[in-house]
């Protein structure tokens, strides 16, 4: 991943702060004008490449307002299907620059969607960068599909390194109430422990912070043939971690359900669910039980890699297709562009 100045993030990070302020409220706000003021004192600290990138990345984010202004035609690729064929051939080959210049034509029938998906998947990989924009591309093709969950985990996870705007796009997510699907409501756990971990916040925290982390981080756990391996994995990880953090340092119980009982008020229903997680059928694999998994959390708190390569035999079974977040995503948007070139 490239590493990017201070002053370049912070000047994306704005932004897209500006562009989505466009999208919800328009422009003339105080907001807006303090915006320009901030990037305009940015500007003297940026370089010629930089500035040039950064001016790809505001043009994109036109996107959101839907003030794009697209190319009828390149003169690499020309007609429709040609283009349609194109754009698929860059983004199987994670070639995301080129993606991102030929998402910048008309490109007929694809749907603001998918382009919004194509560009938070370029703009956040690790060959760009640019989390800011990544994210807030995810977060407009959430508004935009049935399909919205997958994206809106998406737009948190490709945070992962600014954790106080994953924080801060947590509790906007929150906001909205705590009835969210098992895939994002894993998500904001782990943005939210992340926050909770940091240095600067470790005299505010408390109890009741740790325990909304463990309430959403089970949620992963309802169905968890229909979560993403990686967003089982990052619950799984989430839960342990709050567990071993909160305030327990200096007591070793000797089961996992003496840290609930000491550390938490989950309720016994939620405790079953972490323990067995209603496993019936679903542990095919191996001679490995739910006990034992208990025991790896308990004896193995400090030890995150094998807790949970000791628990995947019983949470995620071999029979089941599993995919990472973006492989789903991923999938959706080939058989488009498919459909769309035949």
């Known amino acids: 991943m490239p590493v990017h100045s201070r002053h370049f993030l912070e000047y994306e990070r704005l932004r897209v702060e500006l562009a989505e302020l466009w999208q919800n409220e328009g422009g003339g706000s105080d907001r807006e004008a303090a915006i320009f003021d901030e990037l305009e004192q940015l500007d003297e600290h940026l370089s010629e490449g930089e500035t040039d990138w950064l001016l790809d990345i505001s043009a994109d984010l036109f996107q959101l307002n839907g003030k794009e202004r697209h190319r009828m035609s390149s003169e690499d690729v020309r007609g429709p299907r040609q283009q349609i064929l194109a754009v698929l051939d860059r983004f199987r080959a994670n070639q995301w620059p080129e993606l991102l210049q030929l998402l910048r034509l ?7 969607e998918s382009r919004a998906y194509l560009r938070g998947r370029a703009y956040s990989s690790d060959a760009l960068g640019n989390p800011y924009a990544g994210s807030a591309f995810y977060r407009y093709a959430a508004q935009r599909s049935d399909q919205g969950a997958n994206y809106l985990a998406l737009s948190i996870l490709s945070l ?36 909770l971990t940091d240095e600067s916040v470790k005299e505010d925290r408390n109890v009741r912070d740790f325990d909304r982390v463990i309430r959403l981080s089970l949620r992963a756990f309802d169905q968890p043939e229909s979560v993403p391996i990686d967003i089982l994995d990052l619950a799984l990880s989430t839960l342990v971690e709050s567990i071993s953090v909160q305030g327990l340092d200096e007591v070793r119980p000797s089961t996992l359900s003496e840290r609930f009982a000491l550390g938490t008020n989950v309720s016994a229903e939620s405790y079953t669910r972490i323990i067995a997680l209603d496993v019936s059928q679903r542990v095919v694999r191996g001679e490995l039980s739910s006990e034992y998994a208990v025991a790896a959390y308990a004896n193995e708190m400090n030890n995150i890699p094998l807790v949970n390569e000791l628990t995947k035999d019983v949470f995620w079974p071999p029979q089941l297709e599993v995919s990472t977040s973006s492989q789903l995503s991923d999938a959706r948007i080939t058989r488009e562009l498919i459909a769309l070139a035949a």
């Open 160 to 195: 992962n390194d600014q954790k106080a705007e994953a924080v801060r796009q947590s509790e906007k997510i929150l906001a909205h109430g705590e009835d969210l699907s098992s895939e994002v409501g894993a998500t904001v756990a782990a943005a939210l422990f992340k926050g």
């Open 106 to 112: 008309e490109l007929a029938g694809l749907t603001e």
